[in-house]
């Protein structure tokens, strides 16, 4: 493929991964940001549209949770790649055959980054997943994990058995209080985590720390004698909080210094609203690979951890109810 000859390393390479003057991480913006509605260049229409995922990457699994509560599955198919990321990003089976993992259906290829430089050669951004792809078209739609989900949400209710279809996890009474919820829980808690853990000095990863720890204190005191963060049911805001604190414990306090607590030894609200949704609802359990998630960390981020062991614990990795 011609594009391949361009020099990409930069992008696919976590180990290349630049961050600002000061050592500070910052994340970089989606790119394909199209949607899928009615009337549009992208149809919702059954069988049309793929969802690239990873296991361990928690903006993928909440695609991958909405497809789920959604009753999306026969609608969009979904390939998963390995959790391994090497030098090349993310990899399908015939790169690396790690168990779960998938051979692309669509290009037969053996990396992600494969797909977007066959639809943008140029492109110059990183090669992440989710990646949500037009099988009619031959082109990525979207890779906003955010939007993705909201798409899920509705777009294709007219294809869904009623039940399904009256699903709303970003109901129009509530959109305010999800939206602010999301205001701080995305920078300080979903991407808070990163920003602590990718920091290369001293002073942003202690920024970091602390202000993840506080937007916890936040969300511990929000869940207070309650199942959910906002209007008593379950929201987007739920979907997108839970990604990170199911991985809090097995990953975050040791592989990114996220160590102030844990969630099972400090956030005890937290701590019942998550297990609530991993073991009562399966749309939350069944897109959980715990496996996944460990080894793609602990394996992936080489210049965090070179000896690329994967540790043993937490035992239980998720305590029962």
């Known amino acids: 493929m011609a594009a391949m000859t361009r020099e990409v390393s930069g992008q696919s390479d ?34 049309r549209y793929h969802l690239y995922i990873c296991y361990a990457c928690p903006w993928a699994t909440r695609t991958l949770i909405m497809r789920k509560l959604k ?9 998963v790649v390995s959790p391994r990321m090497g030098s090349d990003g993310w990899a399908f089976a015939n790169a690396d055959d790690y168990p779960g993992a998938e051979v692309d259906p669509i290009h037969n290829v053996k990396h992600i980054k494969e797909i977007y430089l066959k639809i943008a050669p140029e492109y110059s951004g990183r090669f992440t997943v989710p990646l949500l792809y037009d099988k009619k078209l031959d082109t990525i739609v979207n890779n906003e994990s955010s939007e993705i989900i909201r798409m899920f949400n509705s777009a294709f209710n007219h294809l869904l058995p009623a039940d399904k279809a009256a699903l709303d996890f970003y109901p129009e009474k509530l959109r305010s209080d999800i939206d602010e919820v999301n205001s701080w829980v995305y920078p300080d808690i979903n991407n808070g985590v990163y920003k602590a853990g990718f920091a290369a ?35 987007e805001a739920d979907v997108r909080l839970w990604v990170t604190t199911v991985r809090f414990d097995p990953v975050y306090v040791g592989h990114f210094k996220c160590n102030i607590s844990t ?29 996944h998630i460990k080894t ?24 029962p109810l």
Not at 71 to 79: H, K
Not at 210 to 227: I, S, T
Not at 296 to 306: D, E, G, L, R, V
Request: aromatic share 12%; net charge neutral; no cysteine.
């Open 201 to 235: 000095t001293q002073e942003p990863y202690t920024k970091a720390v602390h202000e993840l720890f506080k937007a916890l204190d936040k969300a511990e005191g929000m869940l207070k004698g309650r199942d959910y963060l906002v209007g008593n049911q379950l929201t």
């Open 296 to 319: 793609h960390y602990y394996w992936s981020h080489a210049h965090i951890n070179p000896t690329r062991i994967v540790p043993e614990g937490p035992v239980p990795v998720i305590e």
């Open 263 to 291: 969630i099972r030894g400090g956030y005890p609200n937290i701590n019942r609203w998550m297990r609530k949704l991993y073991w009562n609802n399966d749309a939350f359990q069944s897109s959980t690979n715990f496996d």
């Open 14 to 47: 976590i180990g290349k991964m630049k961050t600002e003057p000061n050592g500070a991480y910052k994340r970089l913006e989606a790119s394909f940001r199209d949607v899928i509605a009615a009337g549009s260049k992208f149809e919702p229409e059954a069988d």
């Open 71 to 79: 009753g999306l599955e026969s609608i969009i198919s979904v390939t």
